[in-house]
């Protein structure tokens, strides 16, 4: 298993200085950051990235004044008030995407935040104090309790609204077998386990965030060398 310090002085040779890299690296919120977002705005970022799986991102993005329209902003307590028959309405609604699996999830996933806040104080309470050196049991989480959020789905949910994670992307996935980190299956719990341990080794090396950990593995390998833009 390479250090630390081989992996980020490669990302800095492939990115061209340190100072280049560095602009790239993006840290996660801070706990107070997190605590302050409203469990609509988790519920949205869920959603989004439901709808995201399998299609253009850019047309998700185009709709999602529309979703933000036909779904009331996401208002967790509108929502929980929604018949079933009004949700079959607006799954056929032209301002978003009609796919009634993924429209499906909406409710679902508004009970589950609800749930959560119930017993926690809020979502975002029980997000934040959620520990990174665990962040698979997060995932894990997320995928039995919610709806479709199994995956990246759910961790890109997670590191959009700053939540500290590493992501499982294309070029860290590559990294990892290629070092014999994990084998067989992504999402394997012996993958995700193996996956973890490594970051973790790396957060003690560095003291960095899983975040940006993760895009200075990414960094490090891949087709992602100066001048290209790559999502990670």
Known sequence: MENFQDIYLRAIERKGSEAMLKQLLVKPATNKQLKALTDDDWLEEFTRKVFQSG????????????????????NIEKLLMMPPEMLEQKA????????????????????????VAQQHGSFSKFISEWPSDNIIGLWAYL??????????????????????????????????????????????????????????????????????????????????????????
């Open 92 to 115: 056929t609604d032209e301002r978003i995407i009609r796919n009634f699996k993924k429209v499906q999830t909406i409710p679902e996933n508004t009970m589950m935040i609800h749930d």
């Open 55 to 74: 299609f253009y991102w850019s047309v998700i993005n185009n709709k999602w004044p529309g979703f933000r329209e036909v779904f009331w902003q996401f």
């Open 143 to 232: 995928k039995k309790h919610g709806a479709r959020l199994g995956g990246n789905t759910g961790a890109y949910a997670l590191r959009a609204l700053g939540k500290d994670t590493f992501l499982l992307s294309r070029d860290v996935e590559n990294y990892l077998r290629a070092h014999k980190i994990i084998e067989g299956g992504l999402q394997t719990k012996k993958s995700l386990t193996a996956a973890q341990a490594f970051f973790n080794s790396l957060q003690q090396q560095s003291g960095l965030s899983m975040q940006e950990l993760s895009l200075i593995v990414a960094y490090s390998v891949g087709d992602n060398r100066v001048g290209i833009s790559q999502s990670l």
